[in-house]
C-alpha cells in the first residue's frame, strides 16, 4: 500500500492516471472502514434492544397470567405455579439499600482522607489499594462472607444487637430472629464491602478535579479543612459525587455472587434484618438450573424487572451528570 | 500580643478535628476489609496450591482429593476467546464514536448505552445469551460462555479506547491529513498508534473483569466435571466450580474453592497492577 506521495516532474502523464485510481481506492477503503467502524458501534445498541426484547418475551406468559399484580404479589409456590416478585424485590433493594446506607459515609471518609490529610508520599499506594480492592471479583466476597464473615457477624454483631436493642420499643422489631450469621443485614453489609472501594475510587477522583484555587482561596480565607470539604469541595463536586453514589447502587442491585452467599435464599417476606430473604439475582442463580413452564418465565420475568431497575438508576445518574456538567459550561 | 481564640473558633476547630478523624477512621477500617479479605484468602487458599492443583481434574461429589485443571483450562479457553473477538470490535467502534461519531445525536446515545451496559447487572446478560445462544441451539456451550464474557467486554474496551483516544492531540491527526494519508490510516496507523499504551491498558481491565465474572456463565458454559476442550458443549470454569464447591458440605471442594479464589485473586490484581505500570511507563505526558 503506498500514500499519495508527490510524484517527481518527470513522471506526471503516466502518474495522474495512478493518482486518480489510487485516490479512488483509498475512498472506497474509507467508506468500508466508516461502515464497519459504525456498524461494530451500533452492535452496542442492538445488544440492548435485543436484551430487552428477549427478556420481556421470555416473560409474557408470567405478565399475561398475573398483569400488574405480579409486582406486589407476596407469594413464591413453585408446585402450584403461583409467583409474584414482592420477596425478590424487596430483598433487592433492602440489601442494597443498607449497603449503601453503610458504605457512602465511608467511602466519603476514605475520599476525604486521600485528597486533604492523606501525606503525599502515602497517597498513590492507598489509592492504588482502594482500586485494587475494587477490582476483586464479586466471588471473593461472597466466600469471605461465608466462611468468615458470618461467624463473626453471628457472635459479635447479631447477639449484641439483638440483646441490646431488640427490647426497644420503635425499634426491636428490627433485630429479632435467628442469629445465624446470614441474613438481610449480613448480605447488607458484604455489599457495602463490595461496594465501598467502588464509590470511594469514583468520589476521590471527582475531588481530585476540584481546581486547586478554589480550594486555595477558602483556605486562604481562613476555612479549616472540613470547612473546605464541606463548603467549597463537596458542593462543586455533588453531580459528581451523586453519579457515584448511584453507579454504586446499579452495582449493588445487581450483584448476584456477593449476595447468594449470605442472604439465606429464603422464599419469604423478610420480616426483620436478620430474617433470611433473597434478592433477584440470587433467586435466578439459584433456581433457573432446573426451572420449567411458568417458574422458567418468571424468572425471566424478574430478570426483566431487575434490568428496568437499574437501567432507570444508572440512566438517572448519567442524566445528572450530563445536567449539571451543561448547567457548568463544560 | 496573643490573642484569646474565642468560643466560634474553638467550635469551628473542633469539628475540624472530628471530621478528619472520623475520615480516618473510615479510611482505616476501609484498609482493615481489604487486608482481612486478602489475608482470608492467602492463608485458606494457599493450603490448596499444590501441583495437583494444575494435574488433576475436579474431584466427583465425596471423592478425595482432586485438583481444578479442567475448570483452569476452561476458564483460559472462554476468556481467551472472548478477549480475541471483543478486541476488534471495541477498539473499532471506539474509532468510530471518536474519529466519525463524535458529537452526532447517534454518538451521544451510543455512549449512554454503553455505559449502562457498563454497570449492567451480568447476570441478566447470561439470561439474554442463554435465550438466544443456549435455548435455540439446545445445548450449554463454551461459545455461549465466551458470547456472555464479550458482551460484558465490549463497553469496557469502547469506553477505554474512546478515552484514550480523546487523549491524542488534534495536531497529529492534521499532520497525517496533510499528508494525503486517508482516513483509516489516519485513525489506525497514527491515532491508534498514538494512543497503543492507553488501548491495552483498556484491554488489561477488561480481561480482569471478565476473568472474574461468574454470574453470566451460570446459564451458558455451564459446568463440566472432566476435563474437556469442546466449546460446543458444557465447559468447566473456575467461577462457577468456585460457586458449586463454596456452597457444598464437602472438605475438599471447599478447599478446592478457596485455592481456585486465590487464583483468581491473583490473576486479577496481577492485571490491574501490570495495567497500571504499562499505563504509566509508556505515557509520559
Known sequence: ?330 | MTMQPSPLYRKRKRTNLMGLTLSMIAMSLGLIALFWILFVLFSNGLAALELTLFTNDTPAPGSEGGGLRNAIVGSLMIVGLAVLVSTPIGILAGIYLTEYGDTSKTAEFTRFVTDIMLSAPSIVLGLFVYAIAVATVGNFSGYAGSLALTLIAIPVVMRTTENMLRLVPGSLREAAFALGAPRWKVSTMVTLRAAKSGVITGLLLALARISGETAPLLFTALNNQFYSTNMGAPMANLPVVIFQFAMSPYENWIQLAWGGALLITLTVLALNILARVFFREKVKV
Open chain 1, 1 to 330: 500500500m503506498n500514500t499519495s506521495q508527490s510524484t517527481t516532474s518527470s513522471d506526471d502523464g503516466v502518474n495522474s492516471v495512478n493518482m486518480a485510481a489510487i485516490a479512488n481506492r483509498q475512498r472506497w477503503q474509507d467508506v468500508v472502514f466508516h461502515r464497519t467502524t459504525q456498524s461494530f458501534s451500533l452492535l452496542v445498541l442492538f445488544a440492548l434492544v435485543g436484551i430487552i426484547v428477549s427478556l420481556f418475551i421470555n416473560a409474557w406468559p408470567t405478565f399475561a397470567k398475573f398483569g400488574a399484580h405480579f409486582l406486589w404479589y407476596v407469594e413464591w409456590d413453585i408446585i402450584n405455579q403461583e409467583f409474584g416478585a414482592a420477596i425478590s424485590v424487596v430483598g433487592t433493594v433492602l440489601s442494597a439499600g443498607i449497603a449503601m446506607l453503610l458504605a457512602v459515609p465511608l467511602a466519603f471518609g476514605i475520599a476525604v482522607f486521600l485528597t486533604e490529610t492523606c501525606p503525599v508520599w502515602l497517597r498513590r499506594p492507598l489509592g492504588t489499594a482502594v482500586e485494587l480492592l475494587a477490582a476483586v471479583p464479586s466471588i471473593i466476597y461472597g466466600m469471605f462472607g461465608l466462611f468468615v464473615f458470618a461467624p463473626v457477624y453471628a457472635d459479635y454483631l447479631q447477639v449484641p444487637l439483638q440483646s441490646v436493642l431488640g427490647g426497644m420499643p420503635l425499634v426491636g422489631w428490627m433485630f429479632g430472629g435467628a442469629t445465624n450469621g446470614l441474613g438481610i443485614l449480613a448480605a447488607g453489609i458484604i455489599l457495602a464491602f463490595m461496594v465501598l472501594p467502588f464509590v470511594a475510587a469514583v468520589m476521590r477522583d471527582v475531588f481530585e478535579i476540584t481546581p486547586p484555587i478554589l480550594r486555595e482561596s477558602a483556605y486562604g480565607l481562613g476555612c479549616t479543612t472540613w470547612e473546605v470539604v464541606r463548603k467549597v469541595v463537596l458542593p462543586y463536586t455533588q453531580t459528581g459525587v451523586i453519579g457515584g453514589i448511584m453507579l454504586g447502587l446499579g452495582r449493588a442491585l445487581g450483584e448476584t455472587m456477593a449476595v447468594t452467599f449470605v442472604i439465606g435464599n429464603a422464599n419469604r417476606m423478610p420480616t426483620t434484618l436478620f430474617s433470611p430473604g433473597t434478592s433477584i439475582a440470587s433467586v435466578l442463580a439459584n433456581e433457573f438450573g432446573e426451572a420449567e413452564g411458568l417458574h422458567f418465565n418468571t424468572l425471566f420475568a424478574l430478570g426483566f424487572l431487575l434490568f428496568c431497575i437499574t437501567f432507570v438508576v444508572l440512566a438517572l445518574a448519567k442524566w445528572l451528570i450530563i445536567r449539571t456538567e451543561k448547567a457548568k459550561g463544560h
